[in-house]
């Protein structure tokens, strides 16, 4: 099994630039793509495309002096750790295609499982245009509305990591702000344009007839697919947004409106914004839906000044609950995927997931708990439409390396693993921690952790490295997830008497 070798920590000062001095200065190699590769998580696709002699030899890092910051990002060391460490841990030689990513949604030809979600980042032609020359297989436009938007400013804030990366990301934007015209006409043109790539429509009506003609509209105009967007927590007067998703009798009674609209499949995106979400996707079942879509943004208040005592975003002395997205809510979604996987009842829809997906590996999750394709935004905003060839290499490699011949071969299986409680779990097995004293650096965290939250298992010894008292040690495993190396894995295990 390949043991990852480079994080996101190892080059955290890279702020992974747009058209990077560090490529532009180096001739050998593209350490900006490289390095986009170590940060989503792809390290074995970086690693694959160096050449078989290390390019940096000998080197004197022009790379690192043209950095936008200079010498504060390991270049060097990173592509000869990659050329040295993980290259020669390659099974096999990365696949010459990407046929194993083909798929379907509701029986639609897919060229891969990636979708923009329905947002700003897929809100006109010309960015959708963009992203499907990137390689995005699909985009869920913006939701289309037949009533006036008139957005905050600002509307965006984030709960950002040491480095300034969005950890959590809140949003109070509103839907589509161009008229259903002209969003039709936006569609007429992508798929003249890009006939190839999938066009997700999202709707959202003010009472049946509206669901119904709105999902005519998209129908005839080019639309492969309708998104009922039954889950905007920015959207709730007059009984909209969340408020129907809520509420499964509105969720099965504006199903059906559209469905009596359009023959092109149907999918409810649904809120999270519920103890569960299976009422209302059996709602929507039982109103014609050909599929699901979640999750939608949570709802959430973040940073409240200590001063003006306003949350952010601040609107001219007010704020308001907005939608909580970014890898922060992924836990939260995977969750309700793997409800939605694992309720009979729905097993003949196809589920469309997201919710924090940054990589290939975030998106690997949703399949293995049922989801047939993926929608990201968050990090798009972030990371820009750049992101998708990661996504794509780094799950293809991945398939291959399993030998699958089709990326539909791993749906659902991690759901025979999932319970809904903890009472299924072995209790009589205690795995304790090993400490790798080649990586510790002695700072004591373990120690910290364990003392004041834990079962003061560990002590430090005079050399500054941990000493595990195995009588007091539980395997909880805290000290693993604290240490900033690494350097405490998982060990022997002991069975209790």
Not at 447 to 461: L, N
Request: glycine fraction near 8%.
């Amino acid at each position: 099994m390949f043991e990852k070798k480079l994080f996101r920590s190892d080059m955290v000062r890279c702020v992974l630039c747009k058209d990077a001095p560090c490529t532009k200065a180096c001739g050998k190699i593209d350490p900006a793509r490289i390095l986009r590769s170590i940060w989503f998580d792809n390290e074995l696709r970086a690693a694959d495309g160096l050449p078989a002699e290390n390019p940096c030899v000998q080197c004197s890092a022009p790379c690192e002096e043209a950095c936008v910051r200079p010498h504060e990002v390991p270049v060097r060391a990173l592509m000869t750790r990659l050329h040295d460490e993980v290259k020669p841990q390659l099974e096999i030689p990365y696949p010459e295609t990407e046929e194993r990513l083909r798929t379907e949604l509701c029986g639609i030809p897919l060229e891969n499982p990636f979708f923009l979600s329905s947002s700003v980042v897929a809100s006109t032609y010309d960015m959708c245009a963009r992203a499907f020359e990137a390689g995005w297989a699909g985009a869920a436009f913006k939701t289309i509305c037949s009533f006036e938007i008139h957005e905050a400013s600002p509307r965006f804030s984030a709960i950002t990591g040491a480095e300034g990366n969005i950890i959590g990301f809140k949003n109070i934007e509103q839907l589509s702000d161009h008229s259903v015209a002209e969003n039709m006409e936006v569609f007429r043109r992508l798929k003249k344009d890009y006939p190839t790539k999938f066009i997700l429509a999202s709707i959202m009506g003010q009472d049946e007839a509206e669901w119904e003609e709105l999902a005519r509209l998209c129908e005839k105009n080019g639309a492969d697919a309708v998104e009922l967007n039954f889950s905007c927590p920015n959207m709730m007067e007059g009984g909209l947004g969340s408020d129907i998703g809520q509420i499964p009798e509105l969720v099965e009674r504006y199903t059906a409106a559209a469905k009596r609209g359009t023959k092109i499949p149907v999918l409810a995106k649904l809120t999270p914004n519920v103890a569960a979400m299976s009422p209302a996707a059996e709602a929507a079942m039982r109103g014609g839906a050909d599929g699901i879509a979640a999750i939608n943004t949570i709802k959430s208040i973040i940073d409240v000044n200590r001063h003006t005592y306003i949350s952010a975003p601040a609107v001219h002395g007010m704020s308001a609950v907005g939608g909580y997205s970014g890898n922060a809510v992924k836990p939260i979604a995977l969750r309700f995927i793997a409800e939605l996987g694992q309720n009979p009842a729905l097993e003949d829809l196809h589920i469309s997931a997201m919710g924090g997906i940054e990589n290939w590996s975030d998106a690997l999750e949703y399949m293995l708990l049922g989801a047939g394709t993926v929608q990201v935004t968050t990090a798009v905003m972030q990371f820009g439409y750049r992101i998708i060839e990661d996504l794509k290499s780094g799950l293809n490699y991945y398939l291959a390396e399993k030998g699958l011949d089709n990326v539909s071969q791993i749906r659902g299986l991690a759901l025979d693993y999932v319970s809904n409680t903890t009472e299924v779990l072995e209790r009589d097995t205690v795995i304790f921690p090993k400490f790798h004293r080649d990586r510790c650096i002695g700072c004591g965290r373990c120690s910290i952790s364990c003392a004041d939250g834990g079962h003061q298992a560990i002590r430090m010894g005079e050399d500054r490295r941990p000493i595990l008292d195995g009588k007091k040690c539980v395997g909880c495993h805290l000290c693993l997830l604290v240490c900033p190396q690494r350097a405490i894995t998982s060990s022997r295990k002991r069975i209790r008497r």
